[in-house]
């Protein structure tokens, strides 16, 4: 095998189409297709096979390049590496297994980087910026179709010759040169290797060498690059699954961005300083350490208010409460929760004293939330109060509402009912004023929104008014409720939306106004096909046209509508109870049996004077009934219906 191999290779004169030169050496460039034809017959997964012909390739392949290319000292070293990445492109072209091929290749790009002469060297750099040079770099590897090895090993090989350089900076030029210059290029260098690597599709080699400019540039003090292309290594980490390289990546570029800050704090630019410390507290949450990153926000602060930006120092006393609840969230054992709590009433403080009402309240709310989980009710009520307060203050009136409905929650639970009465009153006047047309109300539907929830406020005062006014409270919030259920369907028709409106009118009481959005809505849902909706829309219809007192045959046609298309659906209850309630209770009543529903079977039976067919119905719905007085009144309507059956017969 290797012999043939070798002859092939070798001996076959060049085609007369394709030109030779001397950096050909003597491998003629028309064998390609008896290379193809050769190895076609090896079977990768076959070590004897593989070694053969890794053998008959290693003895000549260093013919490829011209003799300068590589320094000689080992070239069976350099024969071997080349066999191999020939292997691999072949086998990696069939699809085939390359665990057979020794030295690997990266092992073999390895080699081969350090044994290149500087005349080799400038040889692949070339090939890299012109593929169509002519050097055997060009020919061989610089080619997507090159007919010996992969492109891909052309940038793998220059990216080890720029990490190979990188480490060793001071014998690329001039010794005179500081030890900031030659990190300096170190980094340069590196950042070149860390391309060529991921051109290549390494990325694991790509980011080594990201950190290896990372360490270059600590030695030339340029900490704010160093963390940069650290957390190039580590979103490489990522791509490639693998978070614990990814973890010390980050971590490396926090400590990188603390270096910043001090040397920023000694140069006296504390604002500078106070960024990077917040940079770094980040990385530390990322890290799942969050305790490091609140002493590092607390410096953050500091800086911030050293540099005069107050603003920006609540931001970091912000951060650290964010910290100190990822801390309880994690160990909820240790009482963090409170400490997280006190953490956001020292950042709403902070931005209230920079007259910030929205990001103080947001702070304000957090605090809530964190005495909520630390179970300390009270403080949870004034900080959600102060949320309230400073949302209305910033214009935020729809938060600001629904935080005085959490006010009414949590006063609700605490056995208060006055005080969430009082919170929900609030909350209703906030929400009008919303809808009314805050900085977030710009569109009908959002003030549907607001109207609704206003409604919704008034109604729970309506319905817990307890003091000596409990009526007249009852009755004026009542009032407002249904006003504001319809101010909410007005402005969803203004939108487009019928169906919303219908809903919203029906709330309010205002069964005629209805009438006409619900039609609409049927119609709608009907021409989109989409007939449950339809059906739905129908049945309210019905209602809405009995509420509002028009004639019962008009009701009747909607519920019997919308009876039809829930049976065609294969709805079988919501069609048997449209059906009883446009009065048909011939259809509905076999449609109750089939859904196992015997009792409102019989009574569509009894409507229809069936007395047999409800009798049947009730008892057996009197048999099925777990519960005893519900069984009992069964028993005796299936006895008076039996009667009533009896009677029946005899007047037949």
């Known amino acids: 095998m290797s012999e043939a191999l070798s002859d092939a290779l070798f001996a076959a004169p060049p085609t007369g189409s394709t030109p030779t030169t001397g950096y050909a050496g003597q491998v003629p460039r028309g064998c390609a297709e008896a290379l193809g034809a050769i190895l076609a017959t090896i079977d990768f997964r076959r070590k004897a096979m593989v070694n053969a012909a890794h053998e008959g390739l290693q003895a000549s392949a260093l013919t490829i390049f011209p003799p300068e290319t590589f320094d000689g000292v080992d070239p069976e070293g350099v024969g071997r590496a080349l066999a191999s990445l020939i292997l691999c492109d072949f086998a990696a072209q069939r699809n085939q297994t390359t665990q057979w091929i020794e030295p690997d290749r990266d092992e073999a790009l390895r080699t081969l980087a350090v044994r290149l002469t500087p005349t080799g060297q400038e040889a692949l750099l070339q090939s890299l910026e012109n593929s169509q040079g002519d050097n055997a770099f060009s020919k061989y590897f610089a080619h997507a179709d090159s007919q010996y090895f992969a492109q891909a090993d052309a940038y793998c090989l220059a990216g080890h010759l720029y990490f190979q350089r990188a480490g060793t900076p001071l014998l690329a030029g001039s010794i005179d040169r500081t030890p900031e210059d030659a990190s300096a290029q170190a980094a340069g260098d590196y950042l070149k290797a860390a391309d060529l690597f991921t051109r290549a599709g390494q990325p694991d080699l790509a980011a080594e060498a990201y950190l290896g400019a990372a360490d270059a540039y600590r030695g030339s003090f340029q900490p704010l690059k160093a963390a940069e292309v650290c957390l190039r290594a580590a979103d490489l980490y990522t791509q490639t699954s693998q978070p614990l390289k990814a973890a010390d990546a980050r971590l490396k570029a926090a400590a990188a961005y603390l270096t910043a800050a001090n040397g920023y704090l000694l140069a006296g630019a504390p604002g500078v300083a106070g960024d990077a410390y917040l940079r770094a507290a980040d990385l530390y949450m990322q890290t799942h350490q969050p305790m490091k990153a609140v002493d590092i926000c607390q410096k953050a602060a500091d800086a911030y208010r050293g540099a005069g930006e107050p603003g920006q120092a609540a931001v970091a006393h912000l951060w650290a409460a964010h910290a100190v609840r990822a801390d309880a969230d994690a160990r909820p054992e240790?009482?963090?929760?409170?400490?997280?709590?006190?953490?956001?009433?020292?950042?709403?403080?902070?931005?209230?004293?920079?007259?910030?009402?929205?990001?103080?309240?947001?702070?304000?709310?957090?605090?809530?939330?964190?005495?909520?989980?630390?179970?300390?009710?009270?403080?949870?009520?004034?900080?959600?109060?102060?949320?309230?307060?400073?949302?209305?203050?910033?214009?935020?009136?729809?938060?600001?509402?629904?935080?005085?409905?959490?006010?009414?929650?949590?006063?609700?639970?605490?056995?208060?009912?006055?005080?969430?009465?009082?919170?929900?009153?609030?909350?209703?006047?906030?929400?009008?004023?919303?809808?009314?047309?805050?900085?977030?109300?710009?569109q009908p539907l959002p003030a549907a929104h607001y109207y609704l929830m206003a409604a919704e406020a008034h109604a729970a005062v309506a319905q817990h008014a307890r003091d000596e006014n409990a009526k007249d409270v009852e009755q004026e919030h009542k009032e407002l409720a249904e006003e504001a259920y319809e101010w909410a369907g007005d402005a969803f028709m203004g939108d487009g939306l019928p169906a919303a409106a219908t809903h919203a009118y029906m709330l309010a009481g205002q069964?005629?106004?209805?009438?006409?959005?619900?039609?609409?809505?049927?119609?709608?849902?009907?021409?989109?096909?989409?007939?449950?909706?339809?059906?739905?829309?129908?049945?309210?219809?019905?209602?809405?046209?009995?509420?509002?007192?028009?004639?019962?045959?008009?009701?009747?046609?909607?519920?019997?509508?919308?009876?039809?298309?829930?049976?065609?659906?294969?709805?079988?209850?919501?069609?048997?109870?449209?059906?009883?309630?446009?009065?048909?209770?011939?259809?509905?009543?076999?449609?109750?049996?089939?859904?196992?529903?015997?009792?409102?079977?019989?009574?569509?039976?009894?409507?229809?004077?069936?007395?047999?067919?409800?009798?049947?119905?009730f008892w057996r719905a009197n048999r099925l009934e777990p519960d005893a007085e519900r069984r009992e009144r069964l028993r005796l309507l299936a006895e008076s219906t039996s009667e009533q059956a009896v009677l029946f017969d005899r007047n037949l």
């Not at 009482?335 to 931005?351: E, N």
């Not at 209305?392 to 509402?401: F, I």
């Open 334 to 442: 240790k009482g963090r929760y409170a400490q997280a709590a006190a953490a956001y009433v020292r950042a709403a403080q902070a931005y209230t004293d920079v007259e910030q009402p929205g990001p103080a309240a947001d702070a304000w709310l957090w605090a809530a939330l964190a005495s909520t989980r630390a179970r300390e009710p009270r403080k949870a009520l004034a900080a959600y109060q102060q949320a309230a307060e400073a949302n209305t203050k910033a214009g935020r009136h729809g938060l600001a509402g629904d935080v005085w409905r959490s006010v009414a929650d949590l006063y609700t639970e605490l056995g208060d009912p006055k005080l969430a009465s009082d919170a929900n009153d609030n909350a209703a006047t906030v929400y009008r004023w919303a809808a009314i047309g805050g900085t977030e109300v710009r």
């Open 511 to 617: 069964y005629a106004r209805a009438i006409v959005p619900c039609a609409q809505a049927a119609r709608h849902y009907l021409a989109a096909d989409e007939l449950l909706q339809a059906a739905d829309a129908y049945t309210q219809l019905g209602f809405a046209l009995r509420a509002a007192g028009e004639p019962t045959d008009k009701g009747n046609k909607a519920f019997l509508t919308a009876a039809g298309l829930y049976q065609r659906e294969r709805a079988y209850l919501a069609a048997a109870v449209a059906y009883a309630e446009g009065g048909d209770f011939l259809q509905a009543a076999p449609l109750f049996e089939r859904v196992n529903r015997p009792a409102p079977a019989g009574h569509a039976y009894l409507q229809s004077k069936m007395f047999p067919q409800a009798a049947r119905a």
